[in-house]
């Protein structure tokens, strides 16, 4: 069995044609490695690079991989010819298997796609772990001794051998979020974190960033934290912190945290126990739109999806021409609320997919 720890779902993207090149000319194939399930953003990402490789008449594969039971999925047409081929997958929900299936599954799907002849890898890891594992075998598979390019992109893990970071500024948009808040509570009020990872460099530089911004204000206080990674976890961490604590304002510092945190406020507002307390986040998923849009979160901060995709690419093509590579490209992140999400820029930032 080529795959055993996960199921993936392989893009094989050709760009200008090229699928039947010889192979002494055929164009660098690049490889997008993102965790299963990660919904919006991933595919923001995915389109992106594939816009990138079009016009460096690169190849792009796309692999989102899933954990599994040990179970192999073949093409759903073996004689499809159109210019993706897709392995077909089970649509699985992210979180249900551990932390370690999950890591396992990435791996994996980078020795699928190192397999299928990828020269560079794009990786949205799952974690630091995950992402040695990953390093180590682009150092071990590379061709005639060459090293397979790393770019990595939105996590910033204090890892060798990156050739380069795709991130947006982890601490600048921390303070978006705290400043936006402060804003929402007019100075002065109490404010909780949600979802700070203490072995997650981005999300602890989120953080650093909330906690400057709002430490300019000393009519606000940050009362508690409460750590969580998954929307149901999240959900009942801040039952539990609204339950023990007075709180005004909810810093969600992942996109679960957002989802859960509104998920309870709908509960509490359905049992007429009132809805005051405010919601800064940070994400583009299609539900926490849902939620913006309805006024049950007040603000989102939003990195730009397309531009992480299509700036790995460049990377990864002038890594393979010898070419200059920058060791980090920084995302702008813009704070998105209901009164201008609708607006055109915020459109295209928030759903690149829709022509």
Not at 27 to 41: C, F, H, Q, S, V
Not at 212 to 235: K, M, N
Not at 243 to 254: N, R
Request: glycine content about 8%; hydrophobic content about 40%; proline content about 5%.
């Amino acid at each position: 069995m080529a795959m055993t720890a996960a199921i993936c779902c392989l893009l094989l993207c050709v760009a200008c044609g090229m699928s039947n090149a010889d192979p002494a000319g055929s164009p660098p194939r690049i490889a997008l490695i993102t965790p299963a399930g990660t919904g919006e953003l991933a595919e923001a990402i995915r389109l992106g690079a594939e816009a990138a490789a079009k016009e460096a008449g690169a190849e792009l594969i796309t692999v989102e991989a899933f954990p599994s039971e040990g179970l192999t999925y073949a093409p759903s047409n073996p004689d499809f010819t159109a210019e993706q081929i897709k392995v077909k997958q089970e649509h699985l929900q992210n979180g249900i298997y551990p932390l370690s299936e999950r890591e396992r599954a990435q791996v994996d799907a980078v020795s699928l796609a190192l397999e299928q002849g990828a020269s560079a890898l794009l990786i949205d890891p799952l974690s630091q772990k995950a992402l040695i594992d990953i390093i180590e075998k682009a150092q071990t598979m590379g061709v005639n001794g060459v090293v397979i390019p790393v770019i990595l992109l939105n996590d910033e893990f204090p890892v060798k051998g990156i050739t380069s970071v795709i991130s947006m500024d982890n601490v600048e948009a921390g303070r978006q979020a705290g400043q936006a808040m402060a804003v929402l509570l007019g100075g002065r009020g109490r404010v909780a974190l949600l979802g700070p990872d203490p072995v997650n460099p981005g999300l602890i530089n989120r953080e650093q960033g909330v906690e400057e911004s709002l430490a300019q204000y000393p009519d606000i206080h940050v009362e508690t934290q409460s750590v969580c990674s998954t929307r149901d976890g999240c959900w009942q961490a801040t039952k539990q912190l609204l339950d023990q604590h007075q709180v005004d304002g909810l810093i969600a510092l992942q996109e679960p945290a957002s989802l859960g945190a509104a998920d309870e406020l709908n509960r509490r507002t359905s049992e007429k126990n009132g809805n005051k307390v405010k919601i800064v986040g940070f994400g583009s998923e299609q539900q926490q739109l849902e939620q913006l849009q309805e006024g049950k979160i007040q603000h989102l901060i939003v990195q730009n999806g397309f531009s992480a995709g299509y700036l790995g690419v460049n990377q990864a093509v002038a890594r393979l021409n010898n070419q200059q590579v920058q060791a980090r490209v920084t995302l702008e992140t813009k704070l998105v609320s209901t009164d201008n999400m609708f607006w055109m820029d915020n459109q295209k930032l928030l759903f690149p997919f829709v022509q």
